[in-house]
């Protein structure tokens, strides 16, 4: 399974990136990152059972995870970032119907993409 992440970028504070993770099918698939001294952090999920959207309360309300049907992916749209958000944005598949908030629980990974944000 290649999940190579696409998407990121070096941008301004409030601007916007598009980041999309290859995967289809009865998956999960969360978004972390891992920002520089600090370990990866749960961002964004979608189970596929319950199709719940889950997310973290630091980004809750700026950030979108969807799944579209044509092209294969589960995007993740990050809107008014802030250079809290820097880090290297990876996804992950569980194969399982709903999300979960642990690295463990995931068992396949790709390799991340980096969002940089400065002010």
């Known amino acids: 399974v290649q999940l190579q992440a696409s998407g990121g970028g070096s941008v301004l504070v409030g601007d916007s990136l598009r980041l999309s993770c290859p995967a289809s099918?009865?998956?999960?698939v969360g978004w972390f990152r891992q920002a520089s001294g600090k370990e990866r952090e749960f961002v964004a999920g979608?189970?596929?059972?319950?199709?719940?959207?889950h997310y973290s309360e630091s980004v809750r309300g700026r950030f979108t995870i969807s799944r579209d049907s044509v092209k294969n992916t589960i995007d993740l749209q990050m809107n008014n970032l802030k250079p809290e958000d820097t880090g290297v944005y990876s996804c992950a598949i569980r194969y399982g119907g709903t999300i979960s908030r642990r690295n463990d629980q995931y068992q396949a990974w790709g390799q991340g993409t980096l969002v940089t944000v400065s002010s």
């Open positions: 979608i189970g596929w059972r319950d199709g719940n959207l």
């Open positions: 099918g009865r998956i999960s």
